[in-house]
């Protein structure tokens, strides 16, 4: 397909959803409420902006103030602003309350619409049901004081995107903003504190820590979560030599697709979980050796043994009784956790938001895409 053609696409696309989720009114509405515009006689409104931020930004990612100004005299004939303007605009708190604002309330109406497509009766028996994942973007090496990179061959400057959010209420209850040298690990215990007893939390495999999951369980609360590969597993509590969990499930359990146990986690103060792995397809497991051999040969390293036998299963450790989930239907719940995962790949295949280096326009100033993604 042509590119053009095809950046096109997704800017009608982009254009078409925000007009399912908003209309105009509702979006200058909004804009009043939050300050972006602050007075009746403001020429520029806030549909203006959002068309300007999403339609013509997919169209010209590298677009400088100076044409954005361009796009909104034909977005807005009555909107005509100097590039100096229009930056000291969107810079405004009132225009990033805004923006935020929206973005909010179109990631709740696209979480609403997978809920009502995936609601279950496994998750009643739960007070309130929280997924956390994050995405990464590579920002301009300019940004790197505020925005440190993950280091190594990475950009010097990245941001990542941590997303909280309350299945149950259809609540997002975090949404930051920070350097992409956080690791997620170090955030394991952060949202904790807001848990209350009857809660479930479910994770993606950066936020594994066996004290984050211990302080889930003092709350009275539960967790789902994948298995890290590298983590001590134990069959009993006394056992001095860790399992190989891979090559045991083969000896023993070769005949089974679903595998349950009971087992311990932890060298040292060890946390007694469930366990479930399920014996991935031969096509699932070929794509999953394959992906693994090629991540290490550039590093100059071979997977070993044990870790591509670890790739013949898919595991899942909880809390949650056998009463209220029985094995089989575990990966399924897990999977519903994927919602905010689509919606980051939306964002990265429609707003290309892993990769928003811009450019640096005349002078010091960052170029538009950079000073958005901040």
Known sequence: MNIIKKIEEFGSQISQAICHIFDKKQLNQLAQETGFVQRSTSKIKGSDLIELMTTEIVQEPNISYEGLCDRLGEINPKAIMTPQGLEQRINREGSVKFLEKTLKLALLENLKRQKEETETKWLSAFKRIFFEDSTQGVLHEKLAKEFKGSGGSASKAGVKIDLVYEYKQSHIYEFKVSKSAVADQSRASTFLEKLQAGDLILRDLGY???????????????????????????????????????????????????????????????????????????????????????????????????YLQWLEYSFFITNVSVEIWHAKVVGTIYRLRWQIELIFKNWKGLLNIDILKGTLESGSNVSFMDDLSV
Do not use: H
């Open 208 to 306: 594994f820590k066996i004290k984050a999951l211990s302080q889930i369980e003092d709350k009275d609360a539960f967790y789902l979560s994948r298995l890290l590969s590298s983590v001590d597993v134990y069959l009993d509590e006394t056992d001095e030599t860790p399992l190989n969990l891979p090559k045991y499930l083969k000896k023993t359990y070769a005949q089974e697709n679903v595998i349950e146990l009971g087992i311990y986690l932890g060298k040292n103060d060890r946390l007694k979980t469930r366990l479930i792995a399920y014996k991935s397809p031969q096509e699932v497991i070929r794509m999953r050796k394959y992906r693994a051999c090629q991540n290490a040969s550039k590093k100059g390293r071979t997977p070993t043994k044990n």
